[in-house]
């Protein structure tokens, strides 16, 4: 792996949020600035393919992506701001298994995006048990 590639890794692995790769860019052009956007791209691609990387899309029209180190959460889109927010829920991973075992399955994986609206005459309510702050998306 290159240094150009490592340091792309790096920026990645250091990001709070789903960053695409205009944005990859941006923050790895700010450490070394003879990276090229097509390094970038061609990184991600390889990353996405040695399943080191995880590509989302969460509307918007761009890809955005994260490590797929930080272990098992699903995402919560303000189709309005572009914000994600990542959350865990027992309840929901419970519903999911007995869903599979119903049909017939065992579950060996799956994956939630939802997306919403925050109603307007509400304040901001505080996360939801299991949900992680900081990593929200740009």
């Known amino acids: 792996m290159t240094g150009q590639r490592r340091l792309i890794a790096r920026v990645l692995s ?3 949020d789903h960053p695409d790769v205009e944005e990859l860019y941006r923050r790895a052009i700010a450490l070394d600035n003879r990276i090229s956007i097509a390094t970038v791209y061609r990184t991600v691609r390889l990353l996405e393919e040695k399943g080191i990387l995880e590509r989302h899309d969460f509307g918007g029209g761009r890809a955005r ?7 098992p959460h699903h995402h919560l889109i303000d189709i309005d701001s572009g914000k994600v927010i990542e959350f865990s829920d027992e309840d929901f991973e419970a519903l999911a298994r007995s869903i599979a075992a119903k ?3 065992v579950l060996v994986g799956h994956r939630l995006e939802l997306f919403g609206k925050r109603k307007a005459a509400e304040p901001e309510t505080p996360a939801p048990p299991g949900a992680r702050r900081g990593r929200t998306g740009a």
Not at 65 to 71: A, I, S
Request: no cysteine.
């Open 14 to 16: 250091e990001a709070e």
């Open 65 to 71: 992506y994260e490590p797929t180190e930080h272990g």
């Open 103 to 105: 049909l017939g399955f």
